[in-house]
């Protein structure tokens, strides 16, 4: 879950129409709608997560993202998001350009594997991380693609996507986030454009 301090609703357009991919228990969406009055959908694969959702009273579709978005027109929203998701699918290259066929924009937020954290645990255990933040064991993690905030500007820029804006969510010390996100940001967000 993103907290207050991530700009998210400050990068979506008040009544604008978004799609949340990996839309989980649907708590950021209801917050989006509620908050900024946008026509939400979301898309979700886990059953008890749609159940949830829909107590919410949330439009949500089950659809494994990893079988792309066809299903959808281009430009049919305004703001494509997906949350802590991109990690954990089999080709994230080509959900982030379905992403940008459908939607205007998109919003992307995912963990920062070089955060100091995760590279001392490694370093000084000798063991893949298990955090708050990573709470699995390396064989039953859903993160199957760890990479950096450097290793996701790689990728949008050889893939042409325009990033409009990014911040860094993690450390407690202010300053450190910008000032180097490659080890204190535990959270990357990116506001992304064709």
């Not at 982030?96 to 924009?105: F, H, S, T, V």
């Not at 100091?116 to 709470?135: C, D, E, H, N, Y």
């Not at 039953?140 to 949008?156: G, M, S, V």
Request: with cysteine; glycine share 6%.
């Amino acid at each position: 879950m993103i907290n207050d301090t991530v700009p998210i609703g400050a990068w979506i357009e008040p009544k604008s129409r978004l799609l949340d991919l990996g839309c989980g228990d649907g708590t950021l969406l209801r917050r989006l709608i509620d908050d900024y009055q946008v026509q939400g959908y979301g898309l979700e694969i886990d059953p008890d997560s749609i159940n949830q959702c829909i107590q919410k009273g949330l439009n949500v579709i089950e659809q494994d993202l990893n079988k792309g978005l066809k299903n959808f027109p281009d430009n049919s929203f305004d703001t494509v998001l997906m949350s802590q998701t991109l990690q954990a699918l089999r080709n994230p290259h080509l959900v982030l350009d379905e992403m940008l066929r459908i939607g205007n924009r998109c919003i992307v937020t995912f963990p920062n594997f070089g955060h100091w954290q995760t590279r001392s645990f490694l370093a000084i255990r000798g063991r893949m991380p298990v955090t708050k933040q990573l709470a699995y064991q390396w064989y039953d993690t859903p993160n199957i693609h760890l990479f950096t905030y450097k290793d996701f500007e790689a990728l949008c820029s050889e893939r042409q996507i325009k990033i409009l804006k990014r911040t860094f969510v993690g450390s407690q010390f202010l300053g450190l986030n910008s000032l180097c996100p490659s080890l204190f940001a535990k959270t990357a967000v990116y506001h992304l454009a064709k």
